[in-house]
C-alpha cells in the first residue's frame, strides 16, 4: 500500500503561482505512474496532470496545458505541481494520485488506487 500527503495549497491572486507536493511512502513501486486531479466545487474528480516514473512521458488536461507543470523525484519519494498563470477556475481541492501500472495519458481517475487527502487551491480575482 502507498501513503500519499499533498502540501503546498494555499490562497493566491489570479496570475500568481504555487507549487504542489506530494510524498510517498510504503510501497512506492505502486506509483509507476503518478497524477494531479482536482475537484472544484460542485464538479466531478477531474484530471489534471500524469507522469510516468523515469519522467520522460507527462500528460495533461487542456484546460491546464501551458500554466502547469508536473514533474517527479524518486529519490525523494516526491512529486510536483507547479502551477503559474492562475486563473480564479483553478480554485479546487487538488489531489495526489499513483497507479502501479498503466498509461500516464489515460485520464480517468478509476484506474488510480492511492489517493492523497487532498490540499486546497484558492484563487481569488
Known amino acids: 500500500q502507498v501513503q500519499l500527503v499533498e502540501s503546498g495549497g494555499g490562497l493566491v491572486q489570479a496570475g500568481g503561482s504555487l507549487r504542489l507536493s506530494c510524498a510517498a511512502s510504503g510501497d512506492t513501486s505502486r506509483t509507476y505512474v503518478m497524477g494531479w486531479f482536482r475537484q472544484r466545487p460542485g464538479k466531478e474528480r477531474e484530471f489534471v496532470a500524469a507522469?510516468?516514473?523515469?519522467?520522460?512521458?507527462?500528460w495533461y488536461a487542456d484546460s491546464v496545458k501551458g500554466r502547469f507543470t508536473i514533474s517527479r523525484d524518486n529519490a525523494k519519494n516526491t512529486e510536483y505541481l507547479q502551477m503559474n498563470s492562475l486563473k480564479p477556475e483553478d480554485t479546487a481541492v487538488y489531489y495526489c494520485?499513483?497507479?502501479?501500472?498503466?498509461?500516464?495519458?489515460?485520464?480517468?481517475?478509476?484506474?488510480?488506487?492511492?489517493w492523497g487527502q487532498g490540499t486546497q487551491v484558492t484563487v481569488s480575482s
Open positions: 507522469i510516468s516514473w523515469s519522467g520522460g512521458i507527462r
Open positions: 494520485a499513483a497507479k502501479g501500472s498503466g498509461s500516464v495519458s489515460s485520464q480517468s481517475r478509476y484506474e488510480y488506487d492511492s
